[in-house]
């Protein structure tokens, strides 16, 4: 799928070229967008749409950066980001006429695009294609803190896919830089961190690649200060918990994304990404320190120390490593939400703490559940009494009764605190991309 994908979006900036070359009454044209239009054609029979998106320097459909392509076209993508188009969406029903206008249209000059890239694809009467910046889903509510934190976690995302992207090509990077805007996901963090913590627990991205990356970061740095650490480990924690699956970029994403089961040596490859991240991070010692590389290193030994790599020698895991461990499972299990198989936030609660004392520091890991809450923030549930409501702030005394607000009913709607309140209480989960969706839009 994939595959056909990338002979899509490849025969489209050929026919971007030709457009631009020889004008859309062209032959040549009008060959290249029928090879286009027919690859576009051969996609849609499998599925309904294509969202492809620039992230950093790289182009990526869902889960996966086109890295070979990425490099091939740096031109194309500039060209379209010099327009503010970072996502491209495609729909089926598509037709040839709307794709040549469409061509036509981001063949004009970048000046035409300064405002809303979309409006020009309606004035010229394209329905089946959206371009724009990339969004997070669901952004309907536009309040004004939670609108902030949207920008500010848009930009940090932003700012990771660049880091990422240059520490793959082994381009120097700015330290600072980074390390400011881990500063400002802090700042925000001590300020108003339910909004933020809310848009890494039940956002989703258009491109979900680097979302893992900087939910770990968000989520250790959180845990970090939370525990006690001062503000410069919290941000070198920060760094480190950002890279800590570098060393993944270095495997197939066929290996990595495969559904069956894996061989053996599929599965040692896979397991290899802790010692590829370990030695990557190493070259960039001298500029983000040892722990990025402790951290890649260690992120998958366990608190018994069973686990990968093994070690013959180490007796202990860092603590940054046993922190970032328990945000990665967490990110992990929780982002599953989104797909098929639902884990909800019980679900995640019951599966890590199964592991506590063998993958995870117990104590390190009920304190852990502490700060986040049982029920996340943000999280819409159903009450005992029938009711819905939003959770709106943990309660570390009992992580079940957190501070709620009820939306649903509407003769019922307020604010509740569960720990004062022994009548309600929360019995189910519901999943904010399906029945909980309606909900959300209230809010
Ligand atoms: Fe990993
Ligand atoms: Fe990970």
Redesign the pocket.
Known sequence: MLAKIEVAFKELLTCLQAAKMYGTVHPMFQNSLEKAFAAFEDVFNDRQEIIIGIVGDELAYEKEIFFDLGKLLRPAILYLKERNIERLAFYRGLSKEELGKFVNVISGPKEEFKTDPQQLLVFAGIENINIGKLKVADKQDKGTAEFNQLNLYDSSMDKVAQVISSVLNLEKIDPRALKLSLNNIIDSLSVQRQELLKLATVKRYDVEVYV?MLN?AIFSMYFSSRLGFEKNDVLDIGVAALF??IGKMYISRKTLHKPAQLSEQEFTRIKSHTVLGGEFMFKYVDTLGILPVVVSFE?HLKYDMSGYPRLPLLRKQHIASSIVAIC?VY??LSQRRGYKQDYSPDVVYNIMNKDKGSSFNPGLLDKFFKFMGFWPIGSVVGLNDGSIALVREENEADIRRPKIEIISPQDKKRLVDLSQDSSLSIQRYLNPWKEGKEFLKIN
Request: net charge negative; no cysteine.
């Open positions: 893992h770990v800590h699956d992120h990665d990110d992990a």
